[in-house]
């Protein structure tokens, strides 16, 4: 009975799939659009998302989607996007619309400068109650660079506290929009979405460009691993078309395959059989690795490739922030190893190396796009599979140039020369990653926020004030290893809450920086190692020795806790031994019993001293770390 049932809706969905086909053949290329919407974090994008999808039927209002298209678990708890996602829509059986969702973090800005390469037009969404944020003005500038339409649109109009009016002013005044151009919508409510903002996309977002009757070629947009079809890679065709069964070749890896599978995305994968010229939808390529999809690749028909031009391709995504990973107690490094494996495969932009620690023991290197990102992969990690890591402080890479030209980029704290390696070793220079910083503020916060930048070893660039006049906007640059040391979370607190953080690569510059080692009984805990500006050496430290008592046990021995950097001890503590009264229990007068109680406490001693460890446990790395 089940199994019938099972059947039947596998028919049904087979149809439905035949209809959307049938439907989707029915309308020319003229009437597809290609756009993205594109905004700073929290200001309604994934909410617009879901609008647009019920008013065009993918979704129906009843179901109560909230948020379709942030797919994974983490995205949902947190309220955030962090891997854009696309779906097509059909209005009124006329127009084709598809949709590139983006992320909003700062960490995940090379997704939206993929998604907004690959689109022809994009939905530029300010949030009514905050106006223009950082991220606002940091996605306006890419979208105009890589010149597609832009749609400025106000959200959230139905809150009480917004401030229309005074947004448009700034909309107007700094992102040099029409005061006609502007279209005020709520995503909540839906207000004027289908009025308003459904005609705009169709009116100013240019259809798509292409040879239909060309050699095909795809431009890869994004790929995710999926544990039964593999990977799946989404692509926008741009010229000619593909269908089930074609053979194709990379021509990024000139690696060839045969497509499995073609589709659109409906919001999920929903097969169509062939994709033609202005379509965005997937393939199933039959590709084992993930890392084989080059996003930014051209595909082409296998034995065509000479016959059509290769797209530049997009830049790479390097992962600028590290972290030491260790399994907690009593949990298997190697099915650890396992989850986090399975976890990259859908997560190219993670890097992982192996790592000994004499501290922690076997485990990992991971490298993240940001300090999010290393917080949300960690979250994932835990909610997904249930494991437990003890996770390091996020470190940068540092760039050593020596004399003979040659460089070598330091991931790992404990790996950074000390100052006799740095002789010996003909150092010329070593350096630190900076970023160009983006922070908007409410004018009265200026001072204290250019303090901020200062005592973080951050350099003062622009200062603009809106001509709204209650909001500033600060451009600077700022070492990324103090971005990295909660810069944002001291910003907010010192704003409560009101200052926007956006920020861009902005290279190498030298930097007067060392190693600082945690030493326990003249042992080195390396897995802490730290590297810290000379100037913040002491004061770190003092801080760290401290810290790191409080969190050790009284041991049976006495323990001193060093901070050193350079060959110097800097700060020092001490724990006084636990004297464990081995003869309290004992009536006096039993001498041969207390000797022999004496020589084994001696013997225990010995042991213990021979084997020079003290007991560290790993709550205590664990509090440490979290501090
Ligand atoms: N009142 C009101 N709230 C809205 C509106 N649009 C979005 N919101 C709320 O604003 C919050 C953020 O919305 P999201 O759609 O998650 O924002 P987002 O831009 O996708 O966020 P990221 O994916 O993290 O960048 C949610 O609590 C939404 O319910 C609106 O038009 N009116």
């Given at each position: 009975?089940?199994?019938?049932?099972?059947?039947?809706?596998?028919?049904?969905?087979?149809?439905?799939?035949?209809?959307i086909?049938?439907?989707?053949?029915?309308i020319?290329?003229?009437?597809?659009?290609?756009?993205?919407?594109?905004?700073?974090?929290?200001?309604?994008?994934?909410t617009?998302?879901?609008?647009?999808?019920?008013?065009?039927?993918?979704?129906?209002?009843?179901?109560?989607?909230?948020?379709?298209?942030?797919?994974?678990?983490?995205?949902?708890?947190?309220?955030?996007?962090?891997?854009?996602?696309?779906?097509?829509?059909?209005?009124?059986?006329?127009?084709?619309?598809?949709?590139?969702?983006?992320?909003?973090?700062?960490?995940?800005?090379?997704?939206?400068?993929?998604?907004?390469?690959?689109?022809?037009?994009?939905?530029?969404?300010?949030?009514?109650?905050?106006?223009?944020?950082?991220?606002?003005?940091?996605n306006?500038?890419?979208a105009?660079?890589?010149?597609?339409?832009?749609?400025?649109?106000?959200?959230?109009?139905?809150?009480?506290?917004?401030?229309?009016?005074?947004?448009?002013?700034?909309?107007?005044?700094?992102?040099?929009?029409?005061?006609?151009?502007?279209i005020?919508?709520?995503?909540?409510?839906?207000?004027n979405?289908?009025?308003?903002?459904?005609?705009?996309?169709?009116?100013?977002?240019?259809?798509?460009?292409?040879?239909?009757?060309?050699?095909?070629?795809g431009?890869?947009?994004?790929?995710?691993?999926?544990?039964?079809?593999?990977?799946?890679?989404?692509?926008r065709?741009?010229?000619?078309?593909?269908?089930?069964?074609?053979?194709?070749?990379s021509?990024?890896?000139?690696?060839?395959?045969?497509?499995?599978?073609?589709?659109?995305?409906?919001?999920?994968?929903?097969?169509?059989?062939?994709?033609?010229?202005?379509?965005?939808?997937?393939?199933?390529?039959?590709?084992?690795?993930?890392?084989?999809?080059?996003?930014?690749?051209?595909?082409?028909?296998?034995?065509?490739?000479?016959?059509?031009?290769?797209?530049?391709?997009?830049?790479?995504?390097?992962?600028?922030?590290?972290?030491?990973?260790?399994?907690?107690?009593?949990?298997?490094?190697?099915?650890?190893?396992?989850?986090?494996?399975?976890?990259?495969?859908?997560?190219?932009?993670?890097?992982?190396?192996?790592?000994?620690?004499n501290?922690?023991?076997?485990?990992?290197?991971?490298?993240?796009?940001g300090?999010?990102?290393?917080?949300?992969?960690?979250?994932?990690?835990e909610?997904?599979?249930?494991?437990?890591?003890?996770?390091?402080?996020?470190?940068?890479?540092?760039?050593?140039?020596?004399?003979?030209?040659?460089?070598?980029?330091?991931?790992?704290?404990?790996?950074?020369?000390?100052?006799?390696?740095?002789?010996?070793?003909?150092?010329k220079?070593?350096?630190?990653?900076?970023?160009e910083?983006?922070?908007?503020?409410?004018t009265?916060?200026?001072?204290?926020?250019?303090?901020?930048i200062?005592?973080?070893?951050?350099?003062?660039?622009?200062?603009?004030?809106?001509?709204?006049?209650?909001?500033?906007?600060?451009?600077y640059?700022?070492?990324?290893a103090?971005?990295?040391?909660?810069?944002?979370?001291?910003?907010?607190?010192?704003?409560?809450?009101?200052?926007?953080?956006?920020?861009?690569?902005?290279?190498?510059?030298?930097?007067?920086?060392?190693?600082?080692?945690?030493?326990?009984?003249?042992?080195s805990?390396?897995?802490?190692?730290?590297?810290?500006h000379?100037?913040?050496?002491?004061?770190?430290?003092?801080?760290?020795?401290?810290?790191?008592?409080?969190?050790?046990?009284?041991?049976?021995?006495?323990?001193?806790?060093?901070?050193k950097?350079?060959?110097?001890?800097?700060?020092?503590?001490?724990?006084?031994?636990?004297?464990?009264?081995?003869?309290?229990?004992?009536?006096?007068?039993?001498?041969?019993?207390?000797?022999?109680?004496?020589?084994?406490?001696?013997?225990?001693?010995?042991?213990?001293?021979?084997?020079?460890?003290?007991?560290?446990?790993?709550?205590?790395?664990?509090a440490?770390?979290?501090?």
């Amino acid at each position: 009975m089940l199994r019938m049932k099972y059947v039947a809706s596998i028919g049904h969905i087979s149809r439905l799939h035949h209809t959307i086909q049938s439907r989707i053949s029915q309308i020319p290329i003229e009437n597809y659009r290609i756009f993205s919407i594109v905004a700073h974090i929290d200001h309604g994008k994934s909410t617009l998302s879901d609008r647009l999808l019920e008013i065009t039927g993918v979704i129906t209002k009843e179901a109560k989607n909230e948020q379709v298209l942030d797919k994974l678990e983490v995205e949902r708890s947190r309220g955030i996007t962090i891997k854009a996602q696309n779906c097509s829509m059909l209005y009124k059986d006329k127009f084709l619309l598809q949709l590139i969702d983006t992320p909003g973090h700062v960490d995940f800005r090379d997704e939206v400068r993929r998604a907004v390469f690959a689109v022809d037009g994009a939905i530029l969404l300010v949030d009514a109650s905050k106006g223009v944020q950082a991220q606002t003005v940091a996605n306006f500038k890419m979208a105009k660079e890589s010149t597609v339409t832009l749609i400025p649109a106000i959200n959230k109009i139905d809150l009480p506290n917004s401030e229309v009016d005074r947004v448009e002013k700034q909309i107007i005044q700094e992102l040099g929009f029409e005061k006609n151009e502007i279209i005020k919508i709520s995503s909540k409510t839906g207000l004027n979405i289908q009025e308003q903002l459904l005609p705009a996309i169709i009116e100013s977002i240019p259809s798509p460009s292409g040879n239909t009757n060309g050699p095909f070629r795809g431009l890869l947009i994004d790929s995710w691993y999926d544990s039964y079809q593999g990977v799946i890679l989404l692509i926008r065709v741009l010229d000619g078309f593909i269908k089930e069964g074609d053979k194709i070749v990379s021509g990024q890896t000139r690696k060839k395959y045969e497509v499995k599978k073609v589709g659109i995305m409906y919001p999920n994968e929903t097969p169509t059989g062939t994709l033609t010229t202005g379509q965005v939808g997937y393939i199933i390529p039959g590709m084992k690795n993930v890392k084989d999809a080059l996003l930014g690749d051209t595909l082409f028909h296998l034995g065509q490739e000479s016959k059509a031009k290769l797209l530049p391709g997009f830049k790479e995504t390097k992962p600028m922030v590290f972290v030491g990973a260790f399994p907690a107690d009593g949990i298997d490094h190697k099915i650890i190893e396992d989850d986090i494996n399975r976890l990259i495969l859908n997560d190219r932009s993670v890097e992982l190396h192996r790592e000994t620690s004499n501290a922690l023991g076997q485990g990992w290197r991971l490298g993240f796009l940001g300090s999010l990102h290393a917080t949300v992969f960690k979250e994932r990690l835990e909610k997904e599979y249930g494991s437990r890591l003890i996770i390091c402080q996020p470190s940068v890479p540092y760039l050593i140039k020596y004399i003979d030209d040659k460089d070598q980029l330091i991931k790992n704290p404990s790996e950074f020369p000390n100052s006799t390696s740095r002789r010996t070793t003909r150092i010329k220079t070593i350096q630190e990653p900076y970023v160009e910083v983006l922070t908007s503020i409410p004018t009265e916060y200026v001072g204290c926020v250019i303090q901020l930048i200062e005592n973080n070893r951050g350099e003062q660039k622009e200062l603009n004030y809106l001509n709204t006049e209650d909001q500033a906007i600060i451009k600077y640059y700022l070492p990324l290893a103090e971005l990295v040391d909660d810069f944002f979370g001291k910003l907010k607190s010192l704003t409560r809450g009101y200052a926007t953080l956006d920020y861009d690569d902005a290279g190498y510059k030298d930097a007067d920086v060392v190693k600082l080692e945690l030493l326990v009984n003249g042992k080195s805990l390396d897995a802490l190692s730290k590297v810290v500006h000379r100037s913040q050496v002491q004061k770190v430290g003092k801080e760290w020795v401290k810290n790191f008592r409080e969190y050790l046990r009284s041991q049976l021995y006495e323990v001193v806790i060093q901070a050193k950097y350079d060959g110097k001890v800097i700060a020092r503590e001490t724990i006084k031994a636990r004297k464990k009264d081995v003869l309290a229990k004992l009536h006096a007068s039993d001498v041969s019993r207390r000797k022999k109680l004496l020589a084994k406490q001696k013997e225990g001693k010995k042991q213990l001293k021979s084997i020079g460890n003290i007991q560290i446990p790993q709550d205590a790395y664990q509090a440490f770390l979290r501090k």
